[in-house]
C-alpha cells in the first residue's frame, strides 16, 4: 500500500525567510504533485514531476523530486504573506491513473 | 474554458438519508476521480471514472456508488448517510487520468 508522508505538518514562517517541506513516499511512483489550498477553498495545481531529477519553480516555489530516495521537496524562498496556505504532495503510483495518494498536509503561516 | 463544477455547493442532510453529489468536469476531460476530505482522515480516494466505466475504487464501503454518463458528467451517491460521512467531497478531472488533476470547488456535506 503507497504511504505518503509529509513534514513538517505545521510550519510557521518569518517573512523573507527560507524553508522546505519534505515528502516521502513508500513505493515507486512515476508522477509526484504539490497542491495548494486556502481555507474552505478546492485543491490548485501547483507543480507536477514525472522523472528522477526534475525541478519546477514557479515565483518563490521551487519543487525538486528524487524517485531514488522516493523523496520529493518544496522550497520556499523569502516567504510573504500570500504564500501561507496548506500545501500538499500527492503520488500516483502505476497505472493507478486518476487515483492519488496525499500527503498529510503542511500547514504553512508567513507571518512579519 | 470553463473549470470543473460541482453541485451542490453545500448540503445538510440527516441520518440514514442518502445523498447524491454532481460533478461536471473541464470540457474534453473524459476522466473524473472523487476524494472525501475530512480533519481526521485528510484526503482519500473514492472512486474514478473513465468512459462511463470505473477503474479505480478506494477503500470506502459499499454506501458508497458512482457513475459516469457519456458526457463524462459523474454523480456519487452516499446511502444511509452516518455522521462520519460529513466531509469535503471533492471531484477533480483530467484529460485521461494520467496527467494533471484538476479540482472542484467541493460539496460540504454536513450529516446531522
Known amino acids: 500500500e503507497l504511504k505518503v508522508e509529509q513534514n513538517p505538518l505545521f510550519l510557521s514562517m518569518q517573512e523573507g525567510k527560507n524553508y522546505t517541506i519534505y515528502c516521502n513516499y513508500s513505493?515507486?511512483?512515476?508522477?509526484l504533485y504539490w497542491y495548494r489550498q486556502d481555507p474552505g477553498k478546492s485543491l490548485e495545481s501547483l507543480f507536477v514531476?514525472?522523472?528522477?531529477?526534475a525541478v519546477k519553480q514557479e515565483g518563490r516555489l521551487m519543487a525538486s523530486l528524487d524517485t531514488k530516495a522516493r523523496l520529493s521537496t518544496l522550497h520556499i524562498t523569502a516567504a510573504v504573506h500570500d504564500l501561507s496556505a496548506t500545501y500538499f504532495c500527492?503520488?500516483?503510483?502505476?497505472?493507478?491513473?486518476?487515483?492519488?495518494?496525499f500527503g498529510q498536509g503542511t500547514i504553512l503561516t508567513v507571518h512579519p | 474554458k470553463a473549470g470543473v463544477t460541482q453541485t451542490p455547493r453545500y448540503l445538510i442532510k440527516t441520518r440514514g438519508q442518502q445523498v447524491t453529489l454532481s460533478c461536471s468536469p473541464i470540457?474534453?476531460?473524459?476522466?473524473v476521480s472523487w476524494y472525501q476530505q475530512t480533519p481526521g482522515q485528510g484526503l482519500q480516494f473514492l472512486f474514478e471514472?473513465?468512459?462511463?466505466?470505473?477503474?479505480n475504487k478506494g477503500n470506502f464501503p459499499g454506501r458508497f456508488s458512482g457513475r459516469q454518463f457519456s458526457n463524462s458528467r459523474s454523480e456519487m451517491n452516499v446511502s444511509t448517510l452516518e455522521l462520519g460521512d460529513s466531509a469535503l467531497y471533492l471531484c477533480?478531472?483530467?484529460?485521461?487520468?494520467?496527467?494533471?488533476?484538476?479540482f472542484g470547488s467541493g460539496t460540504q456535506l454536513s450529516v446531522l
Open positions: 500527492a503520488v500516483a503510483g502505476g497505472t493507478s491513473y486518476g487515483k492519488l495518494t
Open positions: 477533480a478531472s483530467s484529460i485521461s487520468g494520467h496527467e494533471k488533476l484538476f
Open positions: 470540457s474534453g476531460h473524459r476522466s
Open positions: 514531476l514525472l522523472s528522477n531529477g
Open positions: 513505493t515507486t511512483s512515476d508522477r
Open positions: 471514472y473513465f468512459s462511463e466505466t470505473q477503474r
